[in-house]
């Protein structure tokens, strides 16, 4: 364990004590903090803001829909059945306070283990998120960074599953692989669960600034006939629209082809000037060498909504807004040090397959642009092969010279100095 895989690790046991106080305590319901943050930026952008009216109209929808941290539902929809990624059954097992139901069987698993990072309504903001660096991730963007699909594609159950059982390293996320596999399996349920009722959010409040009038409601239950059926059909059709990314997502997975029967004698010089070459251009981010100190100033799309680096003043002021509802301060991304031997994202070469294929979603680390084996040489992107040398020299990396001589000198990651 490296010295901040040890530093994160110890700060979240000893904090996630006193957060477990806050977070099973003896309170008999808890809510579903709104998206205030996303509302002030959606008013920064549109110069609308959602009144205490509007705010309680539509915390009474996604409640309609989704329920409450102890009483979790899962929306009925015509023609979606969303029990293959929201088991009712499995998440009450993972909702509510920590203890035990009628029949003896363990309840409260998110708060348990995943509240005191990232939050009861999955904001990535619990009580000792803003000790941790990187922080906890915010599920309501429905984002997720190490899968096996597309980019934009939600990942699998078998992704998540991953994370799960392997944790996260160089991160505080530990791994639960020793948990029963029901009770991890009740905690995917719920990480879906919060991320497709965050993203609904999301949605809503765009329609809310985007089409109602000033002082009106866009789910007025007052509304009759037409009206009233207008309404349904928006809440179901984003909710609709969103479920059907996270049924389909089995169906976006990126196949990846068998490594090349070829020697690293070939593979990794090959890899070395696809890296500083022109086309994948690795070297503008993880730096010439690859430590991860090339560009260090950008953010990933958590914090990119937060940041205004065009108007410096108002920025400012936002900002103390935008932490004032619950915003972590934004924090710039560090690219990957390559030659630590650390992949967050799994080390294994189907992992960094899919990480250089698909890109990691919802940070600077971009999508590969891909081209066929057979096409002309002058045509821009990365076969696949190119991709698989790309991958040995990374992994060769950590074990070069100058890799070791590093070591021998402490370490060289800029967020591990700091």
Known sequence: ???????????????????????????????????????????????????????????????????????????????????????????????????????????????????????????????????????????????????????????????????????????????????????REALVHYVRYLAIRGEVERLLIFEYVDTVDEGSLLFDPAAEGDSKAEQLDLVRGVTSEIAEKWLTAPDDVVPVPPRPDRPLAETIPRGRDLFFGAVA?????????????????????????????QNPTAHEEWLRRYVANGALEPRPMKPRNLRTNAYRGGRRPIDLYWRIHNGIAGTPMPAASMKQADAPPEAKGLTADDVWCLIDYVRSLPYDSLSRAAAAHGPTNQRERQ
């Open 1 to 183: 364990m490296n010295t901040t895989e040890h530093r994160n690790s110890l700060v979240a046991t000893l904090l996630a004590v006193a957060a477990a106080t806050t977070l099973s305590g003896c309170s008999s319901e808890t809510d579903f903090r709104l998206n205030y943050v996303h509302m002030q930026v959606q008013e920064k952008t549109t110069g609308v803001a959602l009144s205490d009216r509007q705010h309680t109209n539509l915390k009474e929808v996604l409640e309609a829909y989704f329920g409450t941290p102890d009483e979790p539902r899962v929306p009925q929809l015509d023609g979606v059945d969303l029990s293959g990624v929201l088991d009712i059954r499995k998440l009450k097992m993972a909702a509510g306070p920590v203890g035990r139901n009628e029949a003896g069987r363990k309840i409260g698993l998110y708060r348990e283990h995943c509240g005191h990072c990232h939050g009861v309504t999955g904001d990535g903001a619990g009580p000792t998120a803003k000790f941790l660096n990187p922080y906890p991730r915010d599920f309501r963007r429905g984002l997720f960074k190490f899968k096996s699909t597309a980019r934009t594609t939600p990942p699998t159950t078998e992704d998540l599953h991953r994370i799960l059982d392997e944790g996260i390293p160089d991160t505080a996320m530990p791994s639960f692989r020793l948990l029963p596999e029901n009770e």
């Open 281 to 309: 251009n690795c070297v503008k981010c993880h730096g010439p060498t690859a430590i991860g100190d090339g560009v260090t100033d950008d953010f990933d799309e958590w914090s990119k909504e937060l940041v205004d680096k």
